[in-house]
């Protein structure tokens, strides 16, 4: 039995590919490993059955035998850790690989996710015009910071790794934003994630769960 992960029955984003799932989707492919996806209404997350896998109640969870798992970060270091393909051999490369892992979920995603919320959620607030342009100032710090570390690289350090899987997954959270556009490198960096055969499979899979959706 392939392991399962949980994924939104109805993603928000509209099949978009910034629902969490994607990053282990994404993973999955990359290391050429069958996945079953369970998926979740709103409701269903925030029940029992579900807590017991993930104790906020939210999605992706992983479920292989005895092991289940939550956060999207654990998850694919625990598939990049059991298949090759996503970490390098090199003690010394892998462990800076894991480190931009934790660079993209720690340092990149807070100020993306705190912009990308109040653009979704607080539209309508009379603080919003006031706040909006300190959280982008907040992220364009990150994204010069990032852009000047990429320079004219491919990837974030060598070869494509899960830092650079999560990176990308992260940064395409500001699609709708624009911010990316300011920064070639950024951009260019994006697009080399997206044009990758494991991606592009990985998105389809997610869009075609919000296709069904939008039909039944
Ligand atoms: N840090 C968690 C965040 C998980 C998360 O925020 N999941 C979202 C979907 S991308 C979710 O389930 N949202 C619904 C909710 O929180 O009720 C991870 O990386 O897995």
Request: glycine share 8%; aromatic share 6%; no cysteine.
């Given at each position: 039995?392939?392991?399962?992960?949980?994924?939104?029955?109805?993603s928000p984003d509209r099949g978009r590919g910034q629902a969490r799932d994607m990053r282990v989707r994404w993973a999955f492919e990359e290391v050429g490993q069958p996945y079953d996806v369970h998926l979740v209404s709103f409701a269903e997350m925030k029940a029992p059955a579900h807590r017991a896998r993930h104790p906020f109640g939210q999605i992706p969870t992983y479920e292989d035998?005895?092991?289940?798992?939550?956060?999207?970060?654990a998850i694919v270091?625990?598939?990049a850790e059991r298949h090759d393909g996503l970490l390098p051999k090199d003690a010394n490369a892998r462990a800076r690989a894991i480190a931009w892992m934790f660079a993209a979920l720690s340092t990149a995603e807070p100020p993306i996710v705190e912009l990308t919320m109040a653009m979704l959620f607080e539209r309508d607030r009379n603080w919003y015009a006031e706040r909006l342009p300190m959280l982008q100032?907040?992220?364009?710090?990150?994204?010069?910071?990032?852009?000047?570390?990429?320079g004219g690289a491919d990837w974030l350090d060598g070869?494509?790794?899960?830092?650079?899987?999560?990176?990308?997954?992260?940064?395409?959270?500001?699609?709708?934003?624009?911010?990316?556009?300011e920064y070639p490198e950024i951009a260019a960096y994006v697009a080399r994630g997206e044009a990758r055969p494991a991606f592009k499979r990985a998105f389809d899979a997610q869009l075609a769960v919000f296709r069904a959706a939008s039909q039944s």
């Open positions: 039995m392939p392991p399962t992960i949980t994924a939104f029955e109805n035998g005895d092991l289940t798992l939550f956060e999207s970060g270091l625990h598939i100032e907040r992220v364009r710090v990150r994204l010069g910071e990032l852009s000047r570390h990429i070869a494509f790794s899960a830092g650079d899987l999560m990176m990308v997954t992260v940064l395409r959270r500001l699609n709708t934003s624009g911010l990316v556009d």
